[in-house]
């Protein structure tokens, strides 16, 4: 790119600016000179609105009809709005793109926010496909000296877009409450929706963490992971996040994606246009997808296409509809290392999982176990004050708990209506199988051998251990799929792996 300013061409562009109020102008005649600075790819730029969404206004000096637009926090032009600072993304994984629409040349991206007086008017995105292309704090530093060369057309800008978006924001907000009360459809979760207080109880180290950053990420938009055991609590703390968030006051739906049907699972989420789906009946709101990594694969590519346009689609109809909802999915299992095992969209997956939760197991909460089994034994009891004495809790805590805290709160109501007595002692628990860890000292016996001998033992030992997967065997013992092939075909076990 140039590193100087051409001053006789800056002047032109601001006086063509200052001589046109029209943001469809301004932003395309910005848009094309950024593209004469940097020659690249592609120079963007967005329209920033008042409620924090984005719209594509221009494209290397072109104007934009419809362009995509963005909610709120959504792709990088949100990103930059709501910091109000420039960033250069040089990785296509970058976890910010993950909501960010474009094309699959582009190796990385530039966005620097139009800001004048304290208020954005929008953002400007310089796409590079030169793999070797590494943007940085100059790059910004170029754009930032020409918007101050052009301080006056911008300010001017400004003024206008503030008396225009003030009347627009007033006519969507009416509309939106329009089609709120249109597209409301039956919910299962009672009235409007709304989750009612979500108590999740204890205070060890392991839960403190973990609801610390549930109030971290509730008030983010993009979608979170929550990944634990059966039982461990995965959906209430997904309800609770939804409750922490700025948009409790709207619907939430729950898709038990283990317990339906193809067809049903499908009819759940998308919906028809006579019933609306979780999808469109959570419109501001949130969808719990349970139990995710159960989702059939045609289901996972209609859902991926739903995160990436942001556009809604029916089983029955094919008009796109513009959604604004928060996913949160919860799974029993390791997706990102099972993802290929499964056949699970990685795609998909990396969406879903911009923020990933652990929940703790209940072995991993040992000190939560008095403070749980107290408040099911009384929550279940009409007559509340049991108590459970040291050795109650002494066995209780010995205790593996594989079914985790669904299995204590059965255990406790039921022992609520079997024992009358106040004070509840080991002898009024049924008998728990206590699992200890016996730690055997194993001498082997030494036996020569040579390194090939010692390196075959140890590659099928670990191909034995990994049920004979070989991509993760081959990434567990350092060497590539093809390499490893070779040495089993040396071995004598496989034939070798071709090119």
Known sequence: MNNALDMDKVSTLSAQLLSNLDEVVFFSRLSGFIGEMFNEYKVQVFEAYLDGSTQLMAENGGSINEGLVYNKGQGLSGYVVRTK???YSNSKRDPLLATTKRDDCVESELCVPIISDGSILGT?????????????????SHILDLFQKLESPINNMRMYLI????????ERKIKEKEEELLLRGPSTMGSAGKVEKIEMIGHSNEFVKVMDIAQKVANEDF???LQGESGTGKKLLAKKIHNLSNRASREIAVVHCSALSYEQIEREIFGTQERPGAIQRSNGGTVILDTVEELPRAIQDKLLRFLVTGELYTMDSQIPMAVNVRIISTTKTDLKERAEEIGFNEDLLYRLNIMNVMMPSLRERKDDIKILSEYFINNSNKEEGKVLTSKAIEKLTN??????IHELKNLMERTAILVSEQFIDESHLPDLEVIEEVVEEKVEDFSEMTLHELEKMHIC???EHLGGNKTRAAKCLGITVKTLYNKLHSYGLVH???E
């Open 85 to 87: 600072r420039a960033y």
């Open 124 to 140: 400007v995105h310089v796409q590079s496909s030169k793999e070797d292309r590494k943007f940085s704090e100059e790059d910004v």
């Open 163 to 170: 008396a225009k978006n003030l009347n627009k924001e007033l």
């Open 223 to 225: 979608p979170i992971l």
């Open 399 to 404: 205790y593996q708990w594989l079914g985790n």
């Open 461 to 463: 030992r670990t191909l």
């Open 496 to 498: 070798a792996k071709s």
